[in-house]
């Protein structure tokens, strides 16, 4: 919702209505073949040439030449090139969804898989790959905590239905559900060092313990104040203590066996957000207040306090053993590691409350807590590195000895406004959320870089030709340009202000890395110039701080928001399309006006250059697509079908095609020469704002208001692949089974024909048996020996036979021989049985009838024909007399 306000403010969003009745689902879509190959070359002849052409009375200043004409080409029809074939067939290649959206992140004793609740599911990561799968509850509850036990073996989630679950994580399997016993939610958990005790704190005010070998509650105890939101072992189980605390600040010690609280740890002033136990008599806490406390267990007192002035969240120890001189870790001694409100990690020695160390973060800290507070933080000794967890739901691993950044996970996307392909061989996506920071995730191995530098919210990304340079603009009323390394490393090169409003829309120049070109709320249009230190990779290697761009030329466009600029493929010409119903079309020298496109009902969304005709394609509030000649301006195709907002398009297929995506989270394809919507996909089920395809044209990726981000694949090939080695397959089987009946051997062609689905066939095979001698005891050894699914098959044909009464006499046969050989109890466990009974009764009635109706009648012309007979004779006796 938060996201949604913002465009609106942004954009006066004509009527976005109630989502309509959606198409059904679609696993994968079609298009139309990319172009003859003769398209390829298209480019340089439509876009370069400069053709005159007649005056228009819509026209402004003087174009490019200054003649006042403007370049077209011979038509501005759709070219003759794009001829569509087979289409091509797309798939989900991934799918980009949140995984975590608050609450304890757990990894595994390997470092290999990372737990992270969501909802009603917890999802289990992959931490390489960032391949993600789901354990679904089947109550469909929030999960309230969950805790993956020492070993790696036992998983219990706790839900809001009051049930506990075990789980065979490894296997999606629920194993055993039980109750919870707590009146009110479970709030914490954890596993002894064992692995076979379990301790529940509930909202409740109690814990439970459990005991996961024997299945049962070992013990309840009362006396905590409000919610148990912390509950620990010791590490030492021969002692038999519990840990916990609760909304009274204090630190309960409980006796397992004697169930009672033996002590109460009171020193903090706030909750307490985490124990660590350095050995077995010292015991180390964090809390809100911001401060660390380390507690002696023997006499139960406080030996030290450290003031970390932040609000802790977390706090680490360090271990003994290792290299952590990097981290200002000098002497010998405890040292731990906090993470709070200010984002950052800090190194302290304990024995002196020193910060001995501070992380540099990419982005100014703050005192109060902010998106970029850390919430939690978790050393893993087998990948030795310490994760961090942030408000805005994202997952840091950082190298325990340096506190270098590995891998970065985003657990949660928010609305997200816009998408591209960057990066080498388009190896990365760059996404705009809901938020003042980038997205840059790599798509082999989900790691995701979070830029800085926006202080509102991005609403617009534009690449340039090459992939490795990019713009962002914001509501910050500026623009950014990014360079990615060799590494994937993006840093921010430009920066430009201007703009009176927020800046909504950006396009790059596509030939060369020359210009940019913005609009925004103020409804004015600004080119911006590259300066070359910009554009070389050698100097721009040198940048240390974000060069100042400055605007070129600024023009008024339009008299309402401009919600989409573009640039064509020669870098001659700008589109804008406005929430004032008119697209226009502007020089990119010094952007004078050429011409205004109109007809559109409502406000347009995008427009959109074609890469290989003189063609403008632009989008709109009213549902439609239009099609417009740079010649004359005027409309040369309109696409209707669909029933909300077109938000974005794009070409595809060389030019042959349109892809749109819609308010309504429907994906249409288009094919431009037949005017034809040839596919819809339901990909997502909210606004999808972001739509783009990758340099090779067989990859597309849309992102939406409903947090996925869908990359779908061309796997025409594939497909093709498949079909053909289908073909041939079935070929060879219809010569075998052509062979096998030449060579009457009929129970191998019987069990090819129900292998090659093919009733027809069957039922040939069939009246060949019948018509062999003593057919009717041939085809009973033939069906007896089939197997159990090849006679479910069979009795789902002979079904059919039954219904013609051609082939009622096979039908027939066939039943009596299953009814002959089967038992009924095994006739009953027959896939589709009831059916097939169902259906073989009221034809078996009438044909009965029709035979017995047949005898009737045959009985009737013998009686006649014998009468007839004896009439004969009576004469023939008198004569002989």
């Not at 809001?160 to 994580?169: I, S, T």
């Not at 911001?290 to 006499?299: E, G, S, Y």
């Not at 430009?496 to 249009?525: M, P, W, Y």
């Not at 990909?683 to 208001?705: C, F, P, R, Y």
Request: proline letters at 4%; charged letters at 25%.
């Amino acid at each position: 919702m938060r996201g949604a306000r913002r465009r609106r403010a942004r954009l006066p969003t004509p009527n976005m209505a109630a989502r309509h009745l959606r198409a059904p689902e679609v696993a994968t879509f079609s298009r139309s073949n990319r172009g003859a190959p003769e398209a390829a070359g298209t480019r340089s002849q439509t876009w370069r040439r400069q053709r005159p052409s007649a005056p228009c009375a819509r026209r402004g200043r003087a174009g490019p030449g200054g003649s006042g004409e403007l370049p077209g080409p011979r038509g501005c029809g759709v070219t003759a090139a794009l001829r569509v074939s087979s289409p091509p067939s797309y798939a989900v290649s991934r799918k980009i969804e949140p995984f975590y959206t608050g609450g304890r992140v757990q990894i595994t004793r390997d470092g290999k898989f990372m737990l992270c609740p969501c909802g009603t599911r917890l999802n289990v990561i992959d931490v390489e790959t960032g391949a993600q799968r789901s354990l679904q509850q089947d109550d469909e509850e929030e999960i309230t905590s969950f805790a993956l036990s020492p070993d790696d073996e036992v998983l219990v989630t706790g839900s809001r239905a009051l049930l506990l679950k075990q789980w065979k994580w490894r296997e999606n399997e629920c194993v055993r559900t039980w109750r919870a016993v707590h009146v009110a939610p479970v709030a914490s958990m954890a596993f002894d060092s064992t692995s076979t005790l379990l301790a529940t704190g509930g909202c409740d005010s109690t814990i439970k313990i459990w005991d996961m070998i024997k299945q049962y509650c070992t013990h309840n105890l009362k006396g905590s104040s409000g919610v148990v939101h912390l509950v620990e072992f010791h590490p030492d189980i021969s002692r038999l203590q519990l840990f916990s605390s609760s909304i009274d600040y204090k630190i309960r010690i409980w006796d397992l066996k004697s169930s009672k609280c033996v002590a109460a740890l009171d020193g903090h002033f706030s909750a307490v957000t985490s124990l660590a136990f350095a050995d077995g008599n010292t015991l180390v806490s964090s809390g809100r207040d911001k401060i660390c406390m380390v507690w002696d267990l023997k006499t139960r007192e406080s030996k030290r306090t450290i003031p970390v002035y932040e609000s802790v969240e977390a706090a680490i120890l360090l271990p003994e053993k290792g290299d952590f001189s990097q981290l200002g870790v000098k002497k010998q001694g405890l040292h731990l590691v906090t993470a709070g409100s200010k984002g950052v990690l800090k190194v302290w020695e304990v024995a002196t409350a020193a910060c001995v160390f501070t992380q540099p973060v990419p982005f100014e800290s703050k005192e109060e807590a902010s998106e970029r507070s850390l919430t939690q933080c978790t050393f893993v000794p087998a990948r030795n590195e310490i994760v961090t967890v942030s408000v805005e739901h994202n997952i840091v691993l950082y190298d325990a000895q340096t506190l270098q950044l590995r891998k970065q996970l985003a657990g949660y996307n928010d609305e997200v406004l816009d998408v591209k392909f960057v990066g080498p061989g388009d190896s990365h996506i760059v996404v705009a959320t809901n938020s003042p920071q980038l997205k840059v995730f790599e798509l082999a191995t989900s790691h995701c870089q979070i830029l800085y530098g926006h202080t509102e919210t991005i609403l617009a990304l534009d690449v340039f030709r090459k992939g490795l340079m990019f713009v962002s603009c914001a509501k910050d009323k500026s623009l950014r340009v990014w360079r990615m390394n060799k590494d994937g490393r993006v840093t921010c090169v430009a920066q430009g202000l201007g703009h009176a409003h927020g800046v909504g829309a950006v396009s790059c120049s596509r030939l060369k890395e020359n210009f940019i070109v913005t609009s925004s709320q103020d409804c004015t249009i600004k080119i911006w110039n590259i300066p070359e230190s910009l554009t070389s990779k050698a100097k721009a290697a040198l940048i240390s701080s974000p060069e100042t761009l400055h605007a070129k030329v600024t023009e008024r466009g339009h008299n309402k928001d401009i919600n989409s600029v573009a640039v064509s493929p020669n870098d001659k010409l700008i589109a804008s399309g406005s929430q004032d119903r008119l697209a226009k079309l502007w020089s990119c020298s010094d952007c004078s006006l050429l011409g205004v496109f109109t007809g559109h009902k409502r406000g347009i969304w995008c427009v959109q250059f074609s890469p290989v005709d003189q063609v403008l394609a632009t989008s709109s509030a009213d549902g439609t697509l239009k099609l417009w000649g740079l010649r004359d301006f005027s409309c040369l195709k309109t696409f209707e079908g669909h029933d909300a907002s077109v938000l974005k398009i794009i070409f595809v297929s060389r030019g042959a095609q349109l892809l749109s995506s819609g308010s309504d989270g429907l994906l249409k394809l288009w094919t431009i020469k037949t005017n034809e919507c040839v596919k819809t996909l339901d990909g997502h089920e909210d606004k999808i704002w972001g739509l783009h395809s990758n340099k090779q044209d067989d990859m597309v990726v849309t992102a939406s208001s409903d947090s996925c981000i869908t990359l779908w694949k061309d796997v025409t090939e594939i497909e093709e692949k498949e079909a053909q080695a289908k073909q041939e397959e079935q070929i060879i089987k219809e010569q075998e089974l052509s062979n096998l009946l030449h060579e009457k051997r009929y129970l191998k062609a019987l069990g090819l024909a129900i292998s090659l689905d093919r009733p027809h066939t069957v039922l040939m095979v069939v009246k060949a048996i019948l018509k062999e001698t003593d057919g009717r005891k041939h085809l009973e050894e033939n069906i007896a020996r089939l197997r159990k699914d090849q006679k479910e098959a069979v009795l789902s044909f002979l079904v059919t036979w039954n219904t013609n009464s051609r082939n009622c006499h096979e039908a027939q046969a066939v039943i009596e021989t299953l009814l002959k050989h089967e038992a009924p109890d095994e006739l009953l466990q027959y896939s589709g049985i009831k059916p097939a009974v169902e259906s073989l009764l009221p034809y078996t009635e009438r044909h009965f009838q029709r035979l017995s109706r047949l005898l009737q009648a045959s009985m009737f012309i013998d009686f006649m024909w014998q009468n007839m007979r004896l009439a004969d004779a009576a004469p023939q006796e008198e004569v002989t007399l």
